[in-house]
Structure formats: C-alpha cells, structure tokens
C-alpha cells in the first residue's frame, strides 16, 4: 500500500473543434489553451466556452480504484451539450470523481465489489459579461448474492462563472457512501474542490485546493483516508494564427493519510515546482498537433512516513513527454494521445493511450 500511495502522490484552435481527454492529457498542464469539454469538471461555467456537440471517450470499463487519477485516463464516458439562446444544458455519463476514489483506495477499497457509473446533468446561462452554471452529480448502484448485498451511492454539486479576466469554481462533494458487506462500510465526508484563474493580459494567474476524506470501517477497526492538494501557477501564452504556444510553473503541494485505529499512521506527501512548456497548433486543414515537456526544478520532493520511518526522495523525479494530434472531417473530430516518461522511450503501452471522438453540430 504505502508503494502505490508513493505513485499516487507523483503521479489556438477553434473553440467548438477540440473536446477530449486525449486532448486535454496531451497538454495537461496548460490552462490558456481553447476551452474543452473535460473543464466542465473543475469550472461548469465552461461550458459556455464550446460549440454544441456530442463528446465520446473510448476506453476499457474500470474493475479497480487505481494509485492513479482518473481525470484523463482512458475509461468509457461520453456527453452532450446544446445551446438555448443564452442558456445552455448538458447531460453525461461516466465520469469518474478522482478525489473522491483516491480516498476510498488510500483506505484499501476495491471496485470488484460495487462498481458505478456517474451521470451528470449541467445547466447554466450568460448574463452580460459573465457566464454561470452549475452541475449536479449523482450515482447509484447496487448488486445483490442471495442474501449478501453490496451498495455504492453519492452525489455532488459543482457551481462556477467566468468573465473576460476572471473565473471561479467550487464543486462540493455532498454524499458518498459504499457498503461491502455487514462489516465493511465506507461513508465520505464532505468533500471540496476551490480555484479560480485571472487574466493578466498574456500571463494567466491560477490556483486551486481540494480536499477528500472517508472512514472505512472493517469489523470494528476504522480506516480513515485523506487526500488534499493545492496548488498555485503562472502562465504565458503565445498566440499566431492557427497555433497556441505555451509555458509556466506550477507550485504543487499533495498529501496522502491513512490512518487506522490501533496501528501506525501512514503519511505521503509531494512538493513540487514542475516547469511545462507546449503547443498546439493547425498544421492542416484536417490536422492539429499537440504536445507538452514537464519537469520538476528547484523543488522536487516525496516523503514517505509510516509508524517512526521515514523515507525521503529530492530531485529523482524524471521529465515527463506527452504528445497528440486531432484528425478533423467536417463537423468531426477524432484526438488520440502517446506519453513517454522517465527514461524518454515510448513503449506501446504510452503510445495511443487515449482516444477521443466529438461531434460538432
């Protein structure tokens, strides 16, 4: 457990044409690119920020909570988003809450017992130069062998707005709760995501914190797992004609607990300053390329603490490489996403590791 908390703890283009997680994992970092449909779920307001379409994600359905996040990785999910005069509506389905699974996995939780599959329903409106709009979250699942039952639900609200030179965002996390068996029970506490952005002309300013935490309770020993992350970023853009370039640092700060009664308390923590640089660019009528180089400078540190040990790593984190492309055919666009890291070799595992489709109409 400790290990995978470790891995855990590391871990210009037309507005309407580009709308994906393999877009959106092909320049992670940038948050001066055109608006995409993955921001709707960290601000709803962006929803104004796109044309009307369809949006599908292409993936294998997940069977486990995973060390990693799920913000852009490959799983199936898919929505639909269409303008009424100034107002504007959305339903998904799929999308996976990452804080929320990363403190379920922190306390040992698995999805071979109950999985879910969110939906999402978006609704928002613009009022002269600001743009709202406001999400609401909710699942439910349950599975039943003879007499034993398992059941997963929850649900959260995400409120947002933005102007020319401003945005913000606060996405609450109202309910969670997942029942095992008679003895294994997880409950969520409430849960919160905070941020916001302002325009400096051609610098962005940005930063963020979040907060997840539950108890599991096995028999009658309780597990509590906690994660918090914040961070605070500045970057520059470089617009032309058809491209968008990019470069910034971020100050990122993420912490890990899992904490059990009658045994040693498990700390991860990470403090990093990462310095990106990217582009994104129409090299095509039909064709767009992406891509990103990270790298962490200055402050790169992971800390690992159980019971009295304590393990400490400064400066070993590796660069990481991502790269994609869209392919456009009138009203369609298909993105897909390669990543190379540590070493710099791209193995088949990293190449085309997510794909994306979206209908523009």
């Known amino acids: 457990m400790t290990k995978a908390l470790l891995i855990a703890a590391l871990a210009l283009v037309s507005t309407n044409a580009f709308a994906s997680k393999a877009r959106k994992a092909a320049i992670s970092n940038s948050v001066t690119a055109a608006t995409d449909v ?5 601000n709803a307001a962006k929803i104004h920020g796109f044309g009307d379409l369809m949006t599908f994600e292409f993936g294998a359905t997940p069977t486990d909570i995973t060390a990693g996040t799920w913000e852009n990785q490959a799983i199936p999910e898919g929505g639909i988003f269409k303008s009424q005069g100034d107002s504007k509506w959305g339903f998904y389905v799929g999308h996976r809450s990452t804080a929320l699974d990363l403190a379920k996995y922190v306390t040992g939780m698995t999805l071979t017992t109950t999985a879910y599959t969110p939906m999402a329903f978006f609704y928002g409106k613009k009022s002269g130069d600001m743009s709202w709009a406001a999400g609401f979250s909710y699942y439910s699942a349950k599975k039943t062998v003879g007499t034993a039952e398992t059941k997963n639900d929850g649900m959260g609200l995400r409120l947002g707005a933005t102007t020319d030179k401003w945005e ?63 961070y605070v970023g500045l970057e520059r853009k470089l617009k032309s004609e058809g491209s968008h370039v990019f470069y910034g640092a971020k100050y990122y700060m993420s912490k890990l607990n899992n904490d059990q009664t009658g045994a040693s308390e498990t700390v991860v923590e990470s403090t990093t300053l990462p310095l990106y640089f990217g582009f994104e660019a129409d090299v095509a009528s039909w064709l767009a390329f992406r891509g990103e180089v990270s790298k962490a400078f200055f402050v790169d540190t992971a800390k690992n603490k159980t019971g009295g040990t304590e393990t400490k790593n400064e400066g070993m984190g590796g660069a990481t490489v991502s790269f994609g492309s869209s392919f456009k055919f009138a009203k369609s666009t298909l993105d897909w996403k390669a ?21 523009n109409f």
């Open 38 to 42: 993955q921001d709707v779920w960290s």
């Open 168 to 230: 913000a965002y606060a996405n609450l996390g109202l309910s969670a709760k997942e029942t095992v068996s008679t003895t294994d029970e997880f409950k969520g506490n409430a849960s919160f995501q905070i941020g916001g952005q302002y325009d400096l002309g051609d610098m962005l300013v940005y930063l963020e914190t979040l907060s997840a935490s539950g108890t599991r309770t096995v028999s009658s020993t309780d597990v509590k797992g906690t994660f918090t992350q914040t």
């Open 339 to 359: 990543s190379w890291a540590g070493n710099g070799n791209l193995t088949a595992a990293g190449f085309g590791t997510n794909a994306s489709y979206t209908y």
